[in-house]
């Protein structure tokens, strides 16, 4: 194969992802509390010399390969989205953008949303679902008492939280929770978080990773054409 291929087809791969991405982040352009998502991209040539320090031989392939652009991984924009009145009594928003709300998920387990789209449900607490708010020591909040000083609201960095399911989070290991004593002035009821997303923004985003596909697609085109019209002129000669 040409070496010239490897770093063309990589990129592909990685404009795919992005467009995935995007197009995910723009779908969710009206998801209450969504949060855009984003790709970092670096060089094959990181990983190989952390794998040379490990004590690592590098390969012929491994030369070659060594300036393929890859993906470093996600990020999340912490940004807090535009808080929108909705004079629903069963609507919160979250002042701070690293504040959360607790979720049972349908599994039993805990997870984060900010979200605050909620309503009832056989006297409980839900979210748009059907699956109960938590108060701080993970129990559902039934709706008969004042539950406005029970929903719970924990405080978690980014880092520590990776998305799961329906714009939900969880924790990963070693993720340090804060728990907020009567959610301490940090809901605003009556009021939606709405997502993030600038959808020109996005948009343009989106339109840039398709023409890079195209572009990378066109060059492993060329080489293939240039390929064939060498081994072409090759076979000529022989006979």
């Known amino acids: 194969m040409n070496q010239g291929t490897y770093p063309l087809a990589a990129a592909m791969v990685n404009q795919l992802n992005r467009v995935d991405m995007i197009s995910n982040n723009l779908a969710n352009a009206n998801t209450v509390g969504f949060k855009q998502e984003g790709m970092t991209e670096g060089s094959f040539n990181n990983y190989l010399n952390k794998a040379q320090k490990a004590g690592f031989n590098p390969t012929k392939i491994n030369t070659i390969t060594n300036t393929i652009p890859k993906l470093d991984g996600k990020y999340i924009n912490e940004e807090v989205g535009p808080v929108v009145e909705t004079g629903n009594e069963l609507d919160f928003a979250l002042k701070s953008p690293n504040t959360f709300f607790k979720v049972m998920n349908e599994n039993g387990q805990v997870e984060y949303t900010r979200d605050g789209s909620f309503k009832k449900m056989d006297d409980f607490l839900v979210d748009s679902k059907g699956r109960n708010i938590l108060n701080n020591d993970n129990e559902p909040i039934v709706t008969e008492d004042n539950f406005l000083d029970q929903i719970s609201v924990v405080k978690i960095d980014f880092k520590d939280l990776e998305k799961v399911g329906y714009n939900n989070y969880k924790t990963k290991q ?15 009821q009556g009021a939606l978080e709405k997502s993030n997303i600038n959808t020109v923004s996005t948009m343009v985003s989106l339109i840039d990773a398709q023409r890079r596909f195209q572009q990378t697609q066109k060059g492993i085109t060329t080489i293939d054409e240039l390929n064939s019209k060498v081994i072409d002129k090759i076979g000529n000669n022989i006979q």
């Open 174 to 188: 070693g993720a340090q929770v804060e728990q907020l004593e009567l959610n301490d002035g940090e809901m605003v």
